[in-house]
């Protein structure tokens, strides 16, 4: 299995290893699978989840951005030898010599601090936001209490990235409210940090997700006995979902309705 290596600076702090079917959780809170005593690391900051025979890297809505090799991202299937910044910290991650290296080209899919290191602004210039706007300028005018979130940069993803449908999804049971579908890889299963938390014995930590392409939104099936199914059918691999669609998984209900891009 891969292995992360957390650093500072030049000193090994840990060595930490991924698992399929778990999901590991970064972030300043003990609570965390990796703590990282940071001020400028949000409580949960970031998690990689195991998807299938891959591992996806998710921020959480962090306050100062995760970063994988120098570049701002808010999904990013991880490969070998990729480099993930975290404030002031880096995890490092490597494979094992017999495991499958997937290309980097790949890809599918308590108050906390302001950064204002200059690390931190290198990294964001180096970072190429897909929108016009000075990622440099915009936390000179705002470190006092910006997000990174409010530029929405797609540095890591594709250009046609701000083309890819969008969608929400309504609980009719097994939770309230709506869930809007913004995310590249929006992840459903047992597991706390799951976009979409199903609980159940039967139920995987990361069992189905709902990722986004240019011609709409799809549900793949991951692990696990309790399969999704769409309008009562099972759901075995992967199926394009469609305006009021009905997705079962486990006791969660969920009504599936196309929505203009926010882009």
Known sequence: MPALTLKFRHKSLGDYQLQQGASLTIGRREDN?????????????????????????ID????????????LIDSHWLNDGDVIAIGGHS??????ED?????KNNDDFDATQMMSSTDHRRMMAKSKP??????VNFWDKSHSGGSVRGIEPR??????????????LTYLAGGSGRVQLTRKITTIGKDPTSDIVVKGMLVDPTTATIRREPDGCYLNYISGLTKPKVN????????????????????????????????
């Open 33 to 57: 699978d990796v703590v990282i005593d940071d001020p400028a690391v949000s409580g949960h900051h970031a998690k990689i989840d195991s998807l299938g025979d891959r591992f996806v890297l």
């Open 155 to 168: 540095a890591a993803e594709p250009k046609l990235q701000a083309q890819q449908a969008s969608g929400v």
């Open 232 to 263: 009562e059918k099972p759901v075995t691999a992967s199926i394009l979902l469609k305006d009021l669609d009905i997705i079962e998984i486990g006791s969660v209900r969920l009504e599936f309705s196309n929505e203009p891009s926010p882009e």
């Open 99 to 103: 495991e499958v290296r997937h290309t």
């Open 130 to 135: 897909t929108k016009s706007i000075s990622a």
């Open 91 to 96: 995890l490092i991650l490597e494979f094992s």
């Open 60 to 71: 959480l809505k962090s306050k100062n951005g995760t970063f994988v090799n120098e570049q």
